[in-house]
Nanobody
């Protein structure tokens, strides 16, 4: 079992920045890939960015060159630096992690990000 606790959401004007953090509880098997997803009402949850345990990253086209995902393996923490925010980035952001063994995926509680125009 892995518990994820996210923080850092809030309200920001378009063009502004926010940084999300998500800490995973320690697990004897080790944390593998981590990532961020987002969801708006009536839509499916979508991938924002992922990062493997050795630092390989993947981004949704809509956030490339604006968002940066990183992690601190010693702290089991993943970060999402969001710059040049747009109103369409408004969503609940969920952190995600899986063990080095593979599935299942574990999810954080979600944090609201609101970008005003």
């Amino acid at each position: 079992q892995v518990h994820l606790v996210g923080s850092g959401g809030g309200l920001v004007q378009a063009g502004g920045s926010l940084r999300l953090s998500c800490a995973a509880s320690r697990n004897r098997f080790g944390i593998g890939a981590m990532g961020w997803y987002r969801q708006t009402p009536g839509k499916q949850r979508e991938l924002v960015a992922t990062i493997t345990s050795d630092g390989m990253t993947n981004y949704a086209d809509s956030v490339k060159d604006r968002f940066t995902i990183s992690r601190d393996n010693a702290k089991n923490t993943v970060y999402l630096q969001m710059d040049s925010l747009k109103p369409e980035d408004t969503a609940v952001y969920y952190c995600n992690a899986r063990l080095t063994l593979g599935p299942p995926d574990y999810w954080g509680q979600g944090t609201q990000v609101t970008v005003s125009s």
